[in-house]
């Protein structure tokens, strides 16, 4: 028997992953010509700083909704890991410490979601919907309207400055390193495939000898303290900690995996494309804010982005079969 | 008969997916008031026929008439108006909906005020149970019922329908000898009735039993029609096969040592009370019973997918942690599940990556310390399919490629989706990933369901050159032949309970048949009793 049905070429190329990359490129060719000072030499640094956090959330999240799961809880976290940063910086605290225990605290706030849905057996949307409200609340009522700044320079000099006279910002290499971690972890290691499984067919994971509870866990431990490492660097790069830190990130994250062709319904997803779904909404972010368009059409972009993801793939995948075989639709 | 028009006739028909030629020239003429076998090696195209004929795939090229009229079916419903009833092989139920909503789908019966007539329904539903002889809740839902009784439930619908054709693939592939009788008076009922039915099966006894023409098909082509009484089945196999299979069960003599799995009064309210066995290194234990006495339902809480109120489960002196599938595989221990699209397969995902699914996860375990057998121990299963946690695609691909020539597993592709496999096919592969562990326990929840009669000779003969090895098996079949043939014991399951053991000589067909029946009396069921 043949290892594979297609040349490898096709394999590579003709993906759903591919599609975004190409996406990606005209869309940049098209920002680049038409928007004004889109070619200029800050748009890489500011791509970089401000995709950061919704790249980084996004991670876990792909593994995360590549179980058929999703974890809306994530800007929150962002909000409540911003808030204890700023709090334990004005305790006196070191910014290992603070970064420490802000990420610690992230992993429970992942591990309660994870408890809640793996153990509970909750559905992963009504618990996350749930933990929004109520992380976000902890972190407005710990620190009230008011913010916390005058972080040492030092500090925030970290989270923006460049690598030596390129115009990448010094966090891409940690950036690349968190993406090769995950890129290893989905495609290239038994837990990857316990995901992609249970994201499937959770009976039959389950058949294999899959801990389908425990990987779920794991998952929203992951997504709460890579949430958590956001909100550390969000509070950096924007000098200020408070409670309504990246109100609404959530969309982004969810609308950059989508649209990196992870399938909502779980077992299909990729890291490259999702790193190219993240890196599309920042372009289109950042082409239309040197646009001047505001933020609340930025939104409505994103929104629409994120609904033609999740309807596009059924429209093709039904003009497909539809164009094999006009007899389905029936089922089978 | 010969003057008036067949009530299906197909010629020349074709369909391809894609590269792969599924069906390249199916032809069958079917005529009113017979019942037809249609016998094939896994993957020769029958499930493609019948697809056609029901409307469920387009062809590609050739004819399809009904009564001497051509037809075309755009969709299952056109076929199913047209009067063609299909069980197909893989039963897909609504689970949401009750039994008695799947049965009657899309024609409910209307009452007053045009209002669905809820009684006439599930009074409809307990009608056709009654007929064939199963005991099943109309009321309850579909979601989490057996194969078989799913099965019972295709069936159930389809003979419901009342149509001229009625087409069964592989409907006896789950069900015990007792409902396949029942099944056989109802068919038997339909054909005296002047309908005509098409009947697909890997048994060929039942095809003896039940059918009066059988046409052969391989590879996707039409091979032969005959009357039933003129071939044998040595001459139907060979034409299917292509070659003389000689035994079908042969048994290789095995010295049998230690207890390895040992089994404690285990008991789950309401569905096993009080099951105890041992299954000895080397030994191949049936169990038997009628479908729905729980035979299933005990091998899954000793594999750990569910749960048992008491009792425990011993592998190799240690005991299990109760529902951890992980630690049992771990332990040694293997279960090819009943229902393969569910349970057994990510169907999903490629052959490749089911084949290998539960090696590469495999947490180690006092297995992985030293090696227990011969030949098996150097086997596939030893090499590594990962170093230092990371995947190794090319050992990965090896190891399908072994298990998929020794079981002849017929697929695209080894990275060709499990869905588009047929059905024989895809439980082999089932059988592969689970061979591939190299276990020391193998738990068989019909192992050969849908397996061509080729194949199943492999696939038994593998079996027992394992046990010889030192294997421990626990054998669950519905078809008695297969376990009267491999088993070295037979327990009898009645209604949750193991009420008979039998040796290798006391297991007749007539003692298993007497123990597993509801209502003998309790001296016959112990009569055979050791
Ligand atoms: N959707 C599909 N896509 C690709 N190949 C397919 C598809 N369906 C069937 N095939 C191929 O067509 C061939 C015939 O399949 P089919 O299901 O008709 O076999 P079958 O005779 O019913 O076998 P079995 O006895 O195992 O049920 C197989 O080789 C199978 O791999
Ligand atoms: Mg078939």
Redesign the pocket.
């Known amino acids: 028997m043949r290892t594979h049905a297609r040349p490898w070429w096709q394999r590579a190329l003709l993906t759903r992953e591919m599609l975004t990359i190409l996406i990606l490129v005209v869309a940049w060719i098209v920002a680049a010509s038409v928007v004004q000072g889109f070619d200029g030499p800050l748009t890489i640094t500011y791509l970089v700083l401000d995709v950061a956090p919704v790249l980084l959330i996004a991670l876990p999240m792909t593994l995360i909704i590549g179980t058929g799961e999703i974890d809306l809880s994530v800007a929150s976290v962002v909000g409540l890991s911003s808030v204890t940063f700023g709090l334990l910086y004005q305790a006196g605290l070191g910014l290992g410490v603070g970064l420490l225990v802000s990420v610690l605290l992230g992993a429970v706030c992942g591990a309660v979601n994870g408890a809640l849905v793996a153990y509970g057996g909750l559905p992963s949307l009504a618990v996350t919907i749930g933990s929004l409200a109520l992380y976000r609340g902890l972190a407005v009522g710990l620190l009230g309207t008011t913010a916390v700044t005058g972080f040492p320079e030092s500090w925030t000099d970290g989270a923006t400055e460049n690598l030596g006279e390129s115009p990448y910002p010094v966090i891409t290499l940690g950036l690349l390193a968190l993406i090769a971690v995950f890129a290893v972890l989905l495609h290239a290691t038994p837990f990857g495939r316990n995901v992609l499984d249970i994201g499937r067919s959770r009976e039959a994971a389950r058949f294999s000898g899959v801990d389908v509870k425990r990987t779920l866990l794991i998952l929203f431990v992951l997504s709460g303290a890579v949430s958590a490492l956001a909100g550390v660097y969000y509070t950096l790069r924007y000098g200020s900690a408070r409670g309504d830190n990246a109100t609404g990130l959530e969309l982004q994250v969810v609308a950059a995996v989508l649209l990196g062709g992870v399938s909502i319904f779980g077992g299909r997803g990729a890291i490259h494309g999702v790193v190219a779904g993240v890196l599309l909404i920042g372009v289109l972010g950042s082409a239309l804010r040197l646009e001047s368009v505001t933020v609340n059409v930025i939104n409505i972009v994103i929104g629409a982005a994120l609904v033609v993801s999740v309807v596009a793939p059924r429209i093709a995948g039904g003009l497909r079969v539809r164009r094999r075989n006009p007899a389905v639709g029936q089922g089978t | 008969m010969p003057n008036a028009a067949p009530t299906l006739r197909l010629e020349g028909v074709a369909k391809s ?2 590269p ?1 030629a ?2 390249r020239s199916g032809t069958l003429v079917v005529q009113p008031g017979s019942i037809h076998a249609l016998v ?10 019948v697809k056609i004929v029901g409307g469920v795939h387009r062809r590609d090229a050739g004819t399809v008439e009904l009564d001497g009229e051509p037809v075309d079916f755009a969709g299952p419903a056109e076929a199913k108006t047209a009067g063609v009833a299909v069980i197909h ?1 893989e039963p897909a139920s609504f689970p949401d909906l009750t039994v008695t909503e799947n049965i009657f789908l899309g024609r409910e019966p209307l009452g007053s005020l045009r209002r669905i007539d809820r009684r006439a329904m599930r009074d409809g539903a307990r009608k056709l149970f009654r007929d064939l002889g199963v005991d099943l809740d109309p009321d309850r839902p579909a979601e989490g019922l057996s194969i078989a009784d799913q099965q019972i439930v295709e069936i159930a619908k389809a003979i419901s329908l009342d149509a001229r054709l009625l087409i069964m693939d ?1 409907p006896t592939a789950a069900l015990s000898a007792v409902e396949v009788r029942r099944l056989f008076g109802v068919a038997r009922g339909l054909r005296d009735a002047g309908r005509a039915v098409v009947f697909i099966s ?1 048994r060929l006894d039942e095809v003896a039993d039940l059918c009066d023409t059988v046409t052969v ?1 391989r590879d ?1 082509e039409h091979v032969s029609t005959d009357a039933v009484a003129d071939v044998t089945s040595d001459e139907l196999v060979r034409r299917m096969v292509g070659r003389a299979v000689s035994e079908l069960y042969p048994k290789v003599p095995s010295t049998v040592g230690e207890v390895v799995l040992r089994v404690e009064g285990l008991e789950s309210t309401g569905t096993f009370h009080d099951v105890s066995f041992d299954v000895r290194a080397g030994e191949i234990v049936g169990l038997a019973g009628l479908v729905g006495a729980g035979r299933s339902e005990i091998a899954r809480a000793v594999f750990g997918v569910d749960h048992y109120s008491a009792g425990r489960v011993v592998v190799g002196g240690r005991t299990l942690r109760p529902g951890d599938p992980a630690a049992a595989i771990a332990a040694g221990v293997a279960l090819v599940p009943e229902d393969r699209r569910l349970q057994g397969l990510v169907t999903e995902s490629s052959v490749s990556r089911n084949v290998s699914s539960v090696v590469l996860r495999r947490r180690r375990g006092p297995r992985d310390e030293g090696g227990v057998r011969g030949e098996g121990r150097e086997g596939p299963a030893r090499r590594r399919l990962a170093r230092l946690g990371i995947l190794l695609p090319d050992a990965e691909a090896r190891l399908a490629r072994d298990w998929s020539g020794r079981l002849s597993v ?3 592709a080894l990275d060709a989706p499990a ?7 895809q439980q082999k592969v089932v059988l592969a990933k689970w061979l591939a562990t190299d276990p020391k326990v193998l738990m068989v929840d019909e192992p050969t369901r ?1 397996i ?1 009669v080729g194949t199943k000779a492999e696939v038994h003969r593998l079996l027992s050159t394992l046990a010889a090895e030192g294997l421990a098996v626990l054998m669950i079949s519905s078809e008695l032949p297969e376990v009267l043939g491999m088993a070295d014991r037979v327990l009898v399951v009645r209604e949750g309970r193991i009420v008979s053991e039998l040796t290798r000589a006391e297991a007749t067909p007539e003692a298993v048949m007497r123990a597993a029946t509801p209502g003998a009396s309790a001296e016959q069921a112990s009569g055979g009793a050791a």
């Open positions: 997916f894609g792969v599924a069906l094939g090696e896994n993957g020769a195209g029958k499930s493609t026929l092989q592989e890997h098909m996707g017929k697929a695209g869905t588009t496999m047929s059905g024989g096919n849908g061509d």
